[in-house]
């Protein structure tokens, strides 16, 4: 029996990697459109997107994002774009301001935890103000969960009507200093989002580093949604680097094969995840 859908998210660039890590990473506006619009036709159907500066640094620029969203919009038609509200580009409400772009979706992070050489500071305050411009601009959030009291979180927030919609919460495994990437856990993750948000609930998963392919087969073979991209991993093996986006992509296509799951097109995921069609 053909299992469900599985979404595609590629996370084309982040805030850290440079192409003296990967000379494939895209820096650039015109960069990260074509290197979406290839990993879109190799089966991503969500882009989860950040933005650069001139000088090849994390910016919140408003006018950066709506660059990036119109390319995306143009090459990869119904693609879901999902922009970043990370710490790394922008401090308080900065974070914040391109959500009035209204893209489909934006990465919420709950609650605080450790990064490698810092604390990944979201304060309460600031949780909140995100979520409610989110509900504002008519944006699904997608809950970034670097530990369990995020998911629990998550459902506190849904259940005071900060979240709209029935949550999407991405499980992040493997950055340093933060929750590694261990199988029990992952599946008391699992039971716990089951357990909140419903059996028939969607979720993803996001491995960081060597933890990518592990996380992406984890997810896959559980029924869930995967995360790749050049953001998270820039590597195939601890010998080869990724040659591009569109490449880590087709190994979780060729998941979605080995577990009998056929791979969502943005079509599908827009109607799985509740968004309004392109």
């Given at each position: 029996m053909t299992g469900k859908p599985c979404i595609i998210c590629v996370a084309i660039t982040g805030s850290l990697p440079t192409k003296a890590n990967n000379p494939a990473v895209p820096i650039t506006i015109a960069e990260q459109i074509e290197s979406t619009q290839q990993a879109f036709e190799a089966g991503a159907s969500i882009a989860h997107c950040h933005v650069r500066d001139d000088e090849g640094k994390p910016t919140s620029d408003p006018v950066r994002f709506a660059a990036l969203m119109e390319g995306i919009q143009r090459h990869c038609p119904g693609m879901i774009i999902q922009l970043s509200t990370g710490g790394r580009s922008g401090a308080g409400a900065a974070r914040g301001g391109m959500l009035p772009l209204r893209p489909d979706m934006a990465s919420l992070s709950v609650g605080s935890n450790n990064f490698p050489t810092r604390v990944y500071e979201n304060p309460p305050d600031l949780v909140d103000w995100l979520a409610a411009e989110m509900?504002?601009?008519?944006?699904?959030?997608?809950?970034?969960?670097?530990?369990?009291?995020?998911?629990?979180?998550?459902?506190?927030?849904w259940r005071k009507g900060q979240i709209a919609a029935l949550p999407y919460v991405q499980f992040v495994m493997g950055v340093k200093n933060a929750m590694p990437a261990d199988r029990d856990v992952f599946d008391y993750y699992i039971h716990t989002v089951r357990r909140l948000f419903g059996a028939d609930v969607h979720w993803c998963a996001a491995g960081i580093g060597p933890a990518q392919l592990t996380l992406n087969e984890w997810s896959v073979s559980a029924g869930g949604h995967a995360r790749t991209g050049l953001e998270d991993n820039v590597r195939l093996d601890k010998d080869?680097?990724?040659?591009?986006?569109?490449?880590?992509?087709?190994?979780?296509?060729?998941l979605c094969v080995k577990y009998d799951r056929p791979v969502a097109n943005a079509t599908q995921a827009r109607a799985l995840l509740g968004l309004k069609p392109s």
């Open positions: 509900i504002t601009h008519g944006v699904k959030p997608e809950v970034e969960a670097f530990d369990l009291s995020h998911i629990l979180k998550a459902h506190e927030m080869r680097l990724a040659p591009s986006n569109a490449a880590l992509v087709a190994r979780v296509v060729e």
